[in-house]
């Protein structure tokens, strides 16, 4: 499943050559959409604004437009017919954080334990004012609509009918058909979609649009997906030392990583709050199973609450990503044994993501969380481009994140699993991209990698059959490109046709849309990267409602050969990017060295424990779950990781080891190492020793 979001406009993929060879250029996040800078007292009668909203057919000088949510109505979807007004909604209003450039400063440059604040004296310094929150509700009210405001003032999620948000924002919304999306790259497919939405802008009165940063609900479209992967690993291989089968556990994880000796100190995550984010539902009976069953490890007894956000994400279903959601759980609580989970169920929408993260801030309850899902930085800047998108839904997310850290609350996410090129899993093309959230500078982002060892490949044409055996001889960033030169062996004609349909890694890259943060500066030339340019792009096109022309398709290098067979891979480039540099550590998550996951809803009867599961999803659970050993260690809160670890690399016996290969062993394919350097774009610092990780927090964090 893909990194970035369930969206396709195309089904093929590849980058023009100007994109792979130009440094992606940063823009500051942009300011809200058309509302005016027109003071933000309260003062103007809230009467006179609603009966001008409901009087007038156009708008009114006292109305203005507000920046919405992902729309998706405005790209490749089909209207079917218009929203039946008394349809549920909801919809949130996320508000504008106060002193956000201060704040954002404190946590760039790393809050200490002690000097976290609570969710009260957050709202206090940070939120929204009561007065205003209530003159919000206040005319929400007088269409019908029920509010709740969330204790940290950031957050004010309502509910009415599609009818009543119609007259309260002067839209018109109607019901859209999205195009299936088939399977691709050992990710599930995703079914059509039936959706609400609007390509309307929003209106509200200007006194209160002066302090909303985005309103997100009027479109439902199920944006996010996961970051699991899946690969048919051969079962009956020659058994060896160093054979990998994807049957790997959290306990392989603890050892390889450097866990095993905090756990021999007692620290096992007592004490402790592990928070999950998902838009699928969990059965937690699964995950107690996989723990005593499989595992046979002893955990705490009652220890998952179920927090069903908006509502929350239905039934379980693998379809709708529920395999996502247990393996975040069964892998975060096998790593933390004695922790306490609260999962946080959310509808797959923009609301659903800011409120899930609202709960998860708000209640201040659990001390490390993660998500595990995301979308391309690039289909939210063609979306804005077209006019349906909220120029600040990222920064509704960063102000979140930015609570989390100031009040102590570390926060994990994922890179994606379509290596550089994020934007394949959703929109379709095939420019450089990153994963969002984990392009926010204030969230610690996991990358893959793939372990040494010795893989053993099926032949799809007789599963049953002798097996090849690939040698990985050093852990490396996961990307697929080890497997092209036996195209053969998966029906593939040729190396360069192969590359062109196995296009899976660890994302990492640099994001055009966030600044680089300060602690990122650390580390000498990180913009400075070293990349084997496996494809070109073709097929440019122009985004449907924007003047944006991108690249649709890749093709891989020609390797000259008749007939077709592998040859060495592109010479090495070297190039210079600006940007929050993405991701920042990495761990196993190639699916062939990956892990075992128990899921009772497998839509098969050979069982419910798979082997082979892997993609960045794994790793942001697990660095969960480490973070929670890791507080139950020191006795207290650790917070915002990024500025102490960026910190921890540059000094004498890091605890990460850099993974600095140069060259086609070693790549997201794109971005490879560089040797020497403390960072690589697909793996960021490198693998952490988490047990000199948690030495140095004791010393220095």
């Given at each position: ?416 699993d379509d290596g550089a090129y994020d934007a394949t899993g959703d929109i379709g093309t095939t420019?450089l991209s990153v994963d969002q959230a984990g392009d926010s500078p204030f969230t610690t982002t ?256």
């Open positions: 499943m893909s990194g970035g979001s369930s969206w396709a406009l195309g089904t093929s993929y590849k980058p023009e050559e100007s994109h792979l060879n130009s440094a992606p250029k940063p823009r500051r996040r942009a300011a809200t959409l058309a509302v005016l800078a027109a003071g933000t007292a309260v003062s103007l009668s809230l009467l006179s604004a609603v009966a001008l909203a409901q009087n007038t057919a156009s708008p009114g000088p006292a109305l203005v437009a507000v920046p919405q949510g992902v729309t998706l109505a405005g790209l490749n979807a089909k209207p079917v017919f218009p929203v039946r007004a008394n349809k549920p909604e909801i919809v949130s209003f996320a508000l504008k954080m106060r002193s956000e450039g201060s704040l954002a400063g404190e946590v760039e440059a790393g809050i200490k334990p002690g000097h976290f604040l609570s969710v009260a004296q957050f709202a206090a310094r940070y939120g929204e004012p009561e007065s205003r929150i209530k003159a919000l509700e206040k005319y929400l009210a007088h269409y019908g609509i029920r509010t709740t405001a969330y204790a940290d003032h950031l957050v004010v999620t309502a509910h009415g009918t599609a009818g009543d948000f119609n007259r309260a924002l002067s839209v018109k919304q109607g019901e859209y058909k999205s195009a299936a999306i088939p399977a691709h790259d050992g990710q599930a497919a995703r079914p059509a979609v039936e959706f609400h939405a609007t390509t309307d802008r929003p209106l509200l009165p200007r006194n209160l649009a002066s302090f909303i940063e985005s309103i997100l609900g009027l479109d439902n479209y199920p944006i996010y997906s996961s970051t699991a992967v899946h690969a048919n690993v051969a079962s009956h291989a020659k058994a060896s030392a160093d054979l990998q089968q994807g049957n790997r556990t959290p306990g392989d994880f603890a050892k390889n990583y450097g866990l095993d000796p905090l756990y021999q100190k007692g620290a096992k995550g007592q004490g402790q709050t592990i928070g999950i984010v998902t838009f699928a539902s969990v059965r937690p009976a699964d995950a107690t199973h996989f723990w005593s069953k499989v595992l046979r490890i002893k955990t705490k007894a009652n220890r998952i609450t179920l927090d069903d956000v908006d509502g929350g994400s239905g039934k379980v279903s693998f379809d709708a990503g529920s395999g996502e959601t247990t393996l975040d759980v069964e892998q975060s609580g096998a790593v933390a044994p004695d922790a306490n989970i609260v999962v946080y169920q959310a509808p797959n929408s923009d609301f659903g993501n800011e409120d899930a993260y609202a709960a998860v801030a708000s209640q201040n309850r659990a001390q490390t969380v993660s998500c595990s899902w995301g979308e391309s930085e690039t289909i939210l800047e063609v979306t804005a481009a077209a006019g349906t998108e909220s120029s600040t839904l990222i920064q509704a997310q960063d102000q979140l994140f930015l609570e989390l850290a100031a009040q102590g609350q570390s926060s994990f996410s994922t890179a994606g420019n996991a990358g893959a990698t793939t372990l040494a060892g010795t893989i053993p490949l099926e032949n799809a044409e007789d599963p049953t059959g002798p097996l090849t055996y690939v040698r990985i001889p050093a852990q490396r960033a996961w990307g697929w490109d080890w497997q092209w030169p036996h195209f053969a062996l998966f029906k593939a004609s040729s190396e360069a046709q192969f590359a062109e349909e196995d296009v899976a890694g660890t994302g990492g890259g640099y994001s055009s849309v966030e600044v680089r943060p300060s602690y990122q500066r650390l580390i000498r030339n990180i913009g400075d990267y070293s990349a084997v340019p496996y494809f070109t792009s073709t097929d440019p096109e122009v985004q449907k409602g924007t003047d944006i022309s991108l690249p649709t398709e890749l093709s891989a290098w020609d390797t000259g050969e008749t007939p077709p067979d592998s040859a060495a891979p592109p010479a090495v480039i070297k190039g210079e990017a600006n940007g929050r540099a993405e991701t920042d550590l990495a761990a196993d998550g190639d699916p062939y060295t990956g892990y075992l996951l128990y899921f009772s809803g497998f839509p098969k009867a050979d069982g419910t424990l798979e082997s082979g599961w892997g993609g960045t999803s794994f790793v942001a659970p697990q660095m969960n779950g480490s973070a929670a050993v890791i507080d139950s260690l020191l006795g207290h809160r650790l917070g915002f990781w990024n500025p102490a670890i960026y910190r921890f690399a540059t000094m004498h016996d890091s605890p990460f080891t850099p993974i600095d290969t140069t060259g086609g062993s070693n790549t997201n394919l794109y971005y490879t190492g560089t040797k020497g350097a403390l960072y690589d774009p697909a793996t960021g610092l490198g693998t952490p020793t988490l047990w000199k990780l948690a030495a140095d927090f004791r010393i220095f964090g």
